[in-house]
């Protein structure tokens, strides 16, 4: 497993945008990179993910909105959101899946995304 470290949320207006940042404590270079969120009384969804070979998944409702990035030099994910709604609210967290697997097992503590209307 590997230790990850999310920083970069905050409060925002909607329409305005935040880079939510992740740091692993290791080379994640093979690893499936994957940004999840959890919003009050909801259920843990997977909202953007990027391969070791750098292709992206969104959700449906961040597609156009948010992009995943990696910097494996660096050992970062990046996560650009633009056009936030209050609805984008949650707690964002980064997880990282073993080479070749989609079970995401190791987890960041998870960083607070606040967009007031």
């Known amino acids: 497993q590997v230790q990850l470290v999310e920083s970069g949320g905050g409060l925002v207006q909607a329409g305005g945008s935040l880079r939510l940042s992740c740091a692993a404590s290791r080379s994640i270079r093979f690893n499936t990179m994957g940004w999840h969120r959890q919003a009050p009384g909801q259920q843990r969804e997977l909202v953007a993910s990027i391969t070791s070979d750098a292709t992206t998944n969104y959700a449906d409702s961040v597609k156009g909105r948010l992009t995943i990035s990696r910097d494996n030099a660096k050992n970062t994910v990046d996560l650009q959101m633009n056009n936030l709604k209050p609805e984008d609210t949650a707690i964002y967290y980064c997880?990282?899946?073993?080479?070749?697997?989609?079970?995401?097992?190791?987890w960041g503590q998870g960083t607070q995304v606040t967009v007031s209307s």
């Open positions: 997880a990282a899946a073993p080479f070749r697997s989609r079970a995401f097992n190791s």
